[in-house]
């Protein structure tokens, strides 16, 4: 029996889920930072008295660093392992959350969200790509999404520091808190093996084997006899290798997609709480809102994860896409409290849902050797999306005084690009192996 066939005919078992919740957790952490900035921002525009577009470009530098982060991290990671990056860019981006705390101007800011973003965009596409090379493919999909849930736990609870704390100590404490999880590294160390699929695309066929026997064990199943796959190592041709035979249809089809995914996310999401402000609410109360609309997220995740390995990767991507599209269309339109937590709410569960189908789909889609920097590249052009959304938005604010109907209608139109690239370009990954998909 090969290896990777191993991996996916053990049972779901305790040991499965123990990765999923340690690798969540540094997911959760991530997403905890990502919300902080996003409650700071219209704190700080008014502290330092910054204009909608330089308010913008610290919501973009973070996506800067993070399209830097993803795109060499992701190559690094098919070299030096899933582990060793996963551990290294949550301490990066911890410690560069905490200076954050510590910034005295506009210019100093921008430097230290760079390098939160290179530690975040560096550690999404590494965990999820460590989760699912460990997950039988029966579940591989139910356990990807609910990876992808800890975004949602993240965001809320920087929704609740946000409400309880920056109103009342300001919002540099906000950062100082988010700096913790570099302790959560010291427990990594212990708690997360190496993939055994990449050691054994590294020819470390030893390695890889006693990996398998460990998880065999915690599975309660006996040990089978294993041979070493015959793969091509597609990690010699790197960049080149996503361009070539049925590589390219899936690269177009990534790339367009994390584009239009990062877009609309960081682009609503980011400037939420400063679009609630700029309507006329208190910053309480608009805190107060995103939290309802936060906690949207986390339904919307467990409804995909349900539904992933059930309907399969490519209807549930496109269903929940048309969801989002339809909800920021009409959000930009509604003005009473009721029903900007009504749309608000759909838009979090229709596009956080779509996440996690987008980080269960993205790894099935490349052979274990070039996994991480395929999973990497498509993550960092679609930062792009992110660092180009919240200037957009800020350029919209000024030129035409705060026509938010204009601001969702182009997120919504952003999200139909990416369904119509799913549509035309996806292929069904459901019930097909790793080492399957890579044929």
Known sequence: MR????????????????????????????????????????????????????????????????????????????????????????????????????????????????????????????????????????????????????WAFGWALAAIVAYLLIPRFGWRIAFLLGSLPVLYVLYLRRAVPESPRFLESQGRWEEAVAVVRSVETACGQSP?????????????????????????????????????????????????????????HSLVKSFSYVLVITAAQIPGYFSAAWLVDRWGRKSTLVA???????????????????????????????????????????????????????SGWAAGVGRIGGIIAPLVVGFIMERWQGRQDIVFAQFAAVVVVGLLAVVALGEETQGRSLEQIAA
Request: hydrophobic fraction near 50%; charge should be positive.
């Open 3 to 150: 290896l990777g066939e191993r991996l996916d005919t053990l049972p779901l078992s305790r040991f499965h889920w123990s990765i999923v919740a340690v690798s969540g957790m540094g997911w959760m952490f991530d997403a905890m930072d990502s919300g902080l900035v996003s409650f700071v921002l219209p704190v700080l525009a008014k502290e330092w008295g910054l204009t909608p577009m330089q308010v913008g470009r610290i919501g973009s530098m973070g996506l800067v660093g993070m399209f830097a982060g993803a795109i060499l991290v992701g190559m690094v990671a098919d070299r030096f392992g899933r582990k060793l990056l996963f551990q290294t860019t949550l301490a990066v981006f911890s410690v560069a959350t905490g200076l954050c705390g510590l910034t005295w101007n506009y210019g100093s800011i921008l430097v230290m969200r760079f390098f939160v973003g290179f530690g975040l965009g560096g550690e999404l596409p590494v965990a999820s790509t460590l989760v699912s090379e460990f997950s039988p493919k029966a579940h591989r999909g139910k356990l990807v999404v609910i990876l992808e849930s800890f």
């Open 224 to 280: 089978e006899p294993l041979e070493p796959g015959t793969a091509p190592r597609a990690q010699s041709q790197g960049f080149r290798a996503l361009w070539s035979g049925t590589m390219l249809r899936r690269t177009v089809m990534l790339w367009i997609l994390w584009f239009a995914m990062v877009y609309s996310y960081y682009g609503i999401f980011t400037w939420l709480p400063s679009l609630l402000v700029a309507s006329g």
């Open 320 to 374: 929940y896409l048309v969801g989002c599209a339809v909800s920021a269309l009409v959000f930009g339109r509604v003005a009473t409290p009721s029903s900007i937590m009504l749309w608000g709410s759909l838009i979090s569960f229709f596009n956080l849902g779509a996440w996690g189908v987008v980080y269960t789909y993205t790894p099935e889609s490349y052979p274990t050797a070039l996994r991480g920097t395929g």
